[in-house]
């Protein structure tokens, strides 16, 4: 049995569990006759959980063994998704919405930390192939649940889905949990990660990934109404399924070119605000949605750039800087969709765009401050 196979599944279900959930959310307010204030609230249930879950959790997965950490986290999953599929109470709902945003994101930074401790000779180069998992499962998902909501089956489905791939994780897990994958680097290796927990170097990765999921979420929950409000055009979903799914190879050849991970950063960091700038001078529905692939491939390199890179400062608590990450993540995607829909009736979504794409000024500032982090290293 592999372990990566497993670990590559969760954090599919992640994105599974992300993208279906979005998809979903129309469908659940009918069924509790939810307002359009009271639907944002439930969202926001799971985004509170999301942010939670690393800050209360990071330290306990870095004195435990991880795969320990997700038997338990994937157990407490499988009872709540079966629970939001059997059951009808709206109270019951939100709990059980909550504890999958909890385990959710519990999974996901566990997830990385024992891929990198399982594998320290190919673990980067497997973080690029395991984040694309997550891109490829909020692909996925809307057309799953699409899928079968107009065939008359109840958004539920979406939760029995997600339990019985929890449970195949489970099982994995369960398997290979005492067995030894790769021997660690020699001492002195040029290849080799810090052994020290280098809190600079992880903070200045959480301000890149906070503008990064930030603009991610104002793009993506925005670009349909611009197509449809701005360019008058009805190809914005389709544009939204391309940002989506160019991620998916940006994020395998990251993984292939790993040790070029902080000038992919670089790269990505100056593409994503010009192709915006870009965007936002077009009339053209069309020219918007060629340049989406652009954007999305931009976009796409950025997470397991990082997630490479922070393994140069994570030490041996790689579950807490992944943590670190992950909540860095949620308040960039909580705060920066408000200010997008604040800005976007302000100065209208093209300026908002530029605006929000200027915030990575600070992200290319951050990973340039990392030079004068290695020299002290």
């Known amino acids: 049995m592999i ?16 993208g279906g959930y979005q998809a979903s959310l129309y469908s659940i307010g009918q069924t509790y006759d939810l307002s359009v204030t009271s639907m944002g609230l439930f969202a926001s249930v799971e985004l509170l959980a999301t942010m ?14 991880k795969a320990k950490c997700l038997l338990i986290i994937l157990a407490i999953q499988i009872v709540f998704s079966a629970t939001l599929f059997i059951s009808n109470v ?29 594998y320290p000779l190919s673990g980067k180069k497997k ?6 998992m997550y891109a490829f499962g909020a692909l996925v998902a809307p057309l799953f649940v699409n899928y079968y909501l107009n065939k008359g089956v109840s958004w539920r489905m979406m939760f029995l889905v997600l339990t019985i791939g929890s449970v195949i994780a489970f099982t994995g897990v369960y398997v290979c949990r005492n067995l030894k994958f790769e021997e660690g680097l020699q001492d002195g290796s040029e290849s080799a990660d810090s052994a020290r ?7 200045l990765l959480c301000v890149v990934m906070c503008i990064y999921v930030g603009f991610e979420n104002g793009f993506a929950f925005f670009v349909d109404t611009l197509f449809a409000d701005v360019l008058h055009s009805t190809s914005g979903k389709f544009a939204l399924s391309i940002f989506w799914a160019v991620m998916i190879p940006s994020r395998v050849l990251v993984g292939l070119f790993a040790k070029y991970a902080k000038k992919i950063l670089i790269a990505a960091i100056i ?3 010009l192709i915006t700038i870009i965007i936002s001078m077009m009339n053209n529905g069309s020219v918007v949605m060629f340049l989406c692939v652009p954007l999305g ?48 009736e302000t100065f209208g979504l093209r300026s908002t765009m530029v605006i929000l794409s200027a915030f990575f000024v600070l992200s290319l500032f951050s990973v340039l401050a990392l030079g004068k982090v290695n020299k002290k290293l």
């Not at 497993?6 to 569990?17: A, D, H, K, P, R």
């Open 3 to 18: 372990l990566w196979i497993y670990l590559f599944l969760i954090v599919f279900i992640n994105g599974f569990e992300a």
């Open 52 to 65: 939670l879950a690393p800050l209360v959790l990071g330290s306990w997965a870095d004195r435990t063994r």
């Open 90 to 118: 709206q109270l019951v709902f939100i709990t059980g919405i909550f504890f999958l945003g909890l385990t959710t994101s519990a999974l996901q930074f566990i997830s990385i930390a024992a891929l990198a401790e399982a």
């Open 127 to 132: 973080i690029g192939f395991m984040t694309s």
């Open 197 to 203: 927990f280098v809190i600079v170097g992880v903070l």
């Open 271 to 273: 593409a994503i605000p």
């Open 297 to 344: 491939f931009a976009c796409g390199a950025i997470y397991p750039s990082v997630l490479t890179t922070l393994m140069q400062y994570s030490g041996n608590r790689k579950a807490t800087a992944t943590a670190m990450i992950t909540t860095a993540t949620g308040i960039g995607g909580f705060a920066f969709t408000a200010l997008t829909g604040f800005l976007g």
